[in-house]
């Protein structure tokens, strides 16, 4: 199965990504994972993509279609993908249609969540993520005992660079650059939408609500 999984920032993507991954047994690609590993180890695309990341701006479409064009071509992406974090613009979209077209591909589902701005910057100010696993947690969810373990895998320290905690707010989750990214996504990545619903399935998903709620509408519309 193939699957987009668009929405702001905040929204929910990642958590939903992790439950349709498991259940319908496709592999998940995040771009902004990959970019941020790229950052980590330090590589050139991390170098070019870093301080427009930190602004909470769009990377260059020609460099997005490169990465997930690439990545695409992978054995394991042959069994069925959930892109999350791409298409983001118009371009992207269009050029993402023409090389699925020519792959002989389609997009089983798109998926669009989506919730107030209040509520996303107040899940994201919460937000941090491990160094060590990569998973996500809302620190408000702790009270006022605040983690140094990472929960998930235990680690207290980032296993690459010795010294630093494992735990971290990611540079873009500030309110003031949460804002920002609201903006781009409603200016740039709606009419991405539009146009992906032009070629395939799309469905509007209230992501308000427990995970579990979520991850139960996004199962019905995926049937
Ligand atoms: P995310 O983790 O999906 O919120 O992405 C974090 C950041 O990575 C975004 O704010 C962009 O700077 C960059 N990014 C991820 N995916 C894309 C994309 N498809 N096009 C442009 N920039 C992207």
Not at 107 to 112: E, I, R, T, Y
């Amino acid at each position: 199965m193939n699957v987009i999984i668009m929405g702001p920032p905040g929204v929910g993507k990642g958590t939903q990504s992790h439950a349709v991954v498991t259940s319908k047994g496709c592999v998940h690609i995040s771009t902004g994972d990959t970019l941020r590993m790229a950052i980590r180890s330090g590589s050139e695309l991390g170098l070019k993509v870093h301080a427009i990341m930190n602004a909470g701006d769009l990377v260059s479409d020609e460099l997005m279609m490169d990465l997930v064009r690439d990545r695409l071509s992978q054995p394991d992406a042959q069994q069925g993908w959930l892109l999350d974090g791409f298409p983001r613009t118009a371009v992207q979209a269009e050029g993402f249609i023409g090389l699925l077209d020519g792959l002989g591909q389609t997009v089983d589902a798109v998926l669009v969540l989506n919730a107030p701005a209040d509520e996303i910057v107040r899940r994201l100010e919460g937000r941090v993520t491990c160094r060590a696993c990569n998973e996500v947690m809302n620190l408000k969810g702790f009270g006022p005992v605040q983690p140094r373990f990472c929960p998930f895998c235990g680690s207290a320290e980032d296993p690459q660079r010795p010294g630093k905690s494992a735990l971290y707010q990611r540079a873009d989750d500030k309110e003031e650059t949460i804002r920002h990214r609201l903006e781009v996504f409603r200016k740039k990545t709606l009419p991405a939408a539009w146009a992906l619903e032009e070629r395939y399935p799309l469905h509007e998903i209230d992501g308000l609500g427990t995970p579990e709620q979520v991850a139960d509408r996004i199962a019905a519309a995926l049937g």
